[in-house]
């Protein structure tokens, strides 16, 4: 075994001891020869947060179409999307998984489903930004092949046809899955950009390599009556005829799902992921979380794309989360600090089907872990309180499998201020 390392004096949860990168002890530690202490005095440890949906190149495009709804917002920026290089996406996927760590994310799922010029590279680009900052990646490879021409939303020149799909998928898992540091999740955009036959054939894939399944669903009404015209069917009826309603799946956002669908759901162990920020920044309603959780679908939290939620880190997320369930209930108790902390770690790793290893600070459980600095709130009563409500913050450590990724404030795998000014750079070139 190798040396222990021991986070000694938080505030809440107590002490943490982390040995090959397992967490062997948690509260009052006691003193081992040859221990390495790292003072945590009235700091406040979580379990790593889990980002369940992300869109990481929408880092090249903030602040756009601000005030349309998610259809327009969509028309307007597809052509831009269109014109990304694989260097702008490994630009924008560097700041955006920096900035995920620096906010307390130790896993991070990206759903990329645009292939500018048919260069599916841009995965490849996408991983190597992950190994740089040194987080977990849920690479979702992404995809849409329906476009304005065969009923879709997007314009034609950003879809893909069914084979170069199925074709790529299956490179980037065989170099990338090693369901660790990066698991490959197969992922159809959404029921406005894909085909029946894409939804059923990522299906058959996925399952036949053991992977995850993710797509965008009920989000909005224009997509429920998308759905409903197209289909005949409302969108989760339509995602159940096509085999995608199993415990391996989880859907980003699902808002407009009515209490049959939450049951049908709950009893298969479909997840959803929260994000509450975009959904109030497109106006595109309010997910029913303590619905969803207490039918049994498995919620964690997202901070979807930059271009629908420009704050791009992880932990805003979690107050916004305890916010919009007050909001909906109208009632200040129905959504406590430690239910939105449930969401951006266990609920989250349910999601990414981690939660054997991750999302906890039990014992046995992997020791990715983020310290949070407790300097301001040492006078509240409830730490946890404390940290949830505000204000924002971004984490003095951060641990991955039990290795540092932040130390001290500063991310340690990349210089994130240069990858910023290199990211703003290729984003005036691409307005301009």
């Given at each position: 075994?190798?040396?222990?390392?021991?986070?000694?004096?938080?505030?809440?949860?107590?002490?943490?001891?982390?040995?090959?990168?397992?967490?062997?002890?948690?509260?009052?530690?006691?003193?081992?020869?040859?221990?390495?202490v790292v003072n945590v005095?009235?700091?406040?440890?979580?379990?790593?947060?889990?980002?369940?949906?992300?869109?990481?190149?929408?880092?090249?495009?903030?602040?756009?179409?601000?005030?349309?709804?998610?259809?327009?917002?969509?028309?307007?920026?597809?052509?831009?999307?269109?014109?990304?290089?694989?260097?702008?996406?490994?630009?924008?996927?560097?700041?955006?998984?920096?900035?995920?760590?620096?906010?307390?994310?130790?896993?991070?799922?990206?759903?990329?489903?645009?292939?500018?010029?048919?260069?599916?590279?841009?995965?490849?680009?996408?991983?190597?930004?992950?190994?740089?900052?040194?987080?977990?990646?849920?690479?979702?490879?992404?995809?849409?092949?329906?476009?304005?021409?065969?009923?879709?939303?997007?314009?034609?020149?950003?879809?893909?046809?069914?084979?170069?799909?199925?074709?790529?998928?299956?490179?980037?898992?065989?170099?990338?899955?090693?369901?660790?540091?990066?698991?490959?999740?197969?992922?159809?955009?959404?029921?406005?950009?894909?085909?029946?036959?894409?939804?059923?054939?990522?299906?058959?894939?996925?399952?036949?390599?053991?992977?995850?399944?993710?797509?965008?669903?009920?989000?909005?009404?224009?997509?429920?009556?998308?759905?409903?015209?197209?289909?005949?069917?409302?969108?989760?009826?339509?995602?159940?005829?096509?085999?995608?309603?199993?415990?391996?799946?989880?859907?980003?956002?699902?808002?407009?799902?009515?209490?049959?669908?939450?049951?049908?759901?709950?009893?298969?162990?479909?997840?959803?992921?929260?994000?509450?920020?975009?959904?109030?920044?497109?106006?595109?309603?309010?997910?029913?979380?303590?619905?969803?959780?207490?039918?049994?679908?498995?919620?964690?939290?997202?901070?979807?794309?930059?271009?629908?939620?420009?704050?791009?880190?992880?932990?805003?997320?979690?107050?916004?989360?305890?916010?919009?369930?007050?909001?909906?209930?109208?009632?200040?108790?129905?959504?406590?600090?430690?239910?939105?902390?449930?969401?951006?770690?266990?609920?989250?790793?349910k999601c990414l089907g981690?939660?054997?290893?991750?999302?906890?600070?039990?014992?046995?459980?992997?020791?990715?872990?983020?310290?949070?600095?407790?300097?301001?709130?040492?006078?509240?009563?409830?730490?946890?309180?404390?940290?949830?409500?505000?204000?924002?913050?971004?984490?003095?450590?951060?641990?991955?499998?039990?290795?540092?990724?932040?130390?001290?404030?500063?991310?340690?795998?990349?210089?994130?201020?240069?990858?910023?000014?290199?990211?703003?750079?290729?984003?005036?070139?691409?307005?301009?």
């Amino acid at each position: 075994m190798s040396a222990r390392t021991v986070l000694r004096g938080a505030r809440w949860p107590g002490d943490i001891a982390i040995a090959d990168g397992i967490i062997t002890a948690t509260g009052t530690v006691e003193a081992q020869p040859g221990d390495v202490v790292v003072n945590v005095d009235g700091d406040i440890i979580t379990a790593g947060l889990a980002n369940t949906h992300h869109h990481l190149y929408q880092w090249m495009t903030r602040g756009r179409a601000v005030g349309c709804d998610l259809f327009g917002w969509l028309v307007e920026l597809y052509p831009v999307w269109g014109r990304l290089s694989v260097d702008d996406v490994a630009a924008a996927a560097l700041v955006g998984l920096g900035e995920l760590a620096a906010t307390g994310c130790t896993s991070a799922s990206d759903h990329h489903y645009l292939v500018p010029h048919g260069d599916d590279a841009v995965f490849d680009a996408i991983v190597d930004a992950a190994a740089a900052v040194g987080i977990r990646l849920h690479l979702s490879r992404g995809s849409m092949d329906l476009g304005e021409s065969q009923g879709g939303l997007p314009p034609d020149h950003v879809v893909e046809d069914l084979d170069s799909i199925m074709a790529s998928t299956e490179r980037v898992i065989a170099q990338h899955h090693d369901g660790d540091m990066v698991h490959v999740v197969v992922a159809p955009c959404s029921p406005f950009s894909v085909s029946s036959e894409l939804m059923e054939a990522s299906a058959a894939l996925a399952r036949q390599h053991g992977l995850r399944l993710h797509t965008h669903l009920c989000e909005t009404i224009d997509e429920q009556e998308h759905c409903l015209e197209r289909f005949g069917r409302r969108p989760v009826e339509q995602l159940d005829d096509w085999g995608w309603v199993g415990d391996d799946v989880w859907l980003a956002h699902g808002i407009w799902i009515n209490d049959e669908e939450i049951v049908r759901l709950g009893s298969a162990g479909v997840g959803v992921a929260h994000c509450p920020s975009s959904n109030a920044r497109l106006a595109a309603g309010t997910c029913r979380v303590t619905d969803l959780e207490a039918a049994g679908v498995p919620v964690g939290l997202g901070v979807d794309g930059v271009a629908s939620n420009e704050v791009g880190g992880l932990f805003p997320e979690l107050r916004q989360s305890l916010y919009a369930a007050r909001l909906r209930a109208m009632d200040p108790s129905a959504f406590m600090p430690a239910d939105a902390l449930r969401l951006g770690t266990t609920g989250g790793a349910k999601c990414l089907g981690v939660a054997d290893r991750l999302g906890s600070l039990e014992v046995g459980m992997t020791a990715d872990l983020a310290v949070w600095p407790g300097d301001d709130i040492a006078d509240v009563v409830d730490p946890l309180a404390g940290l949830v409500l505000g204000p924002d913050r971004r984490v003095r450590h951060l641990y991955v499998g039990g290795n540092p990724v932040v130390q001290d404030g500063e991310l340690l795998g990349c210089d994130l201020s240069a990858a910023h000014a290199e990211l703003a750079s290729r984003a005036r070139r691409l307005w301009n």
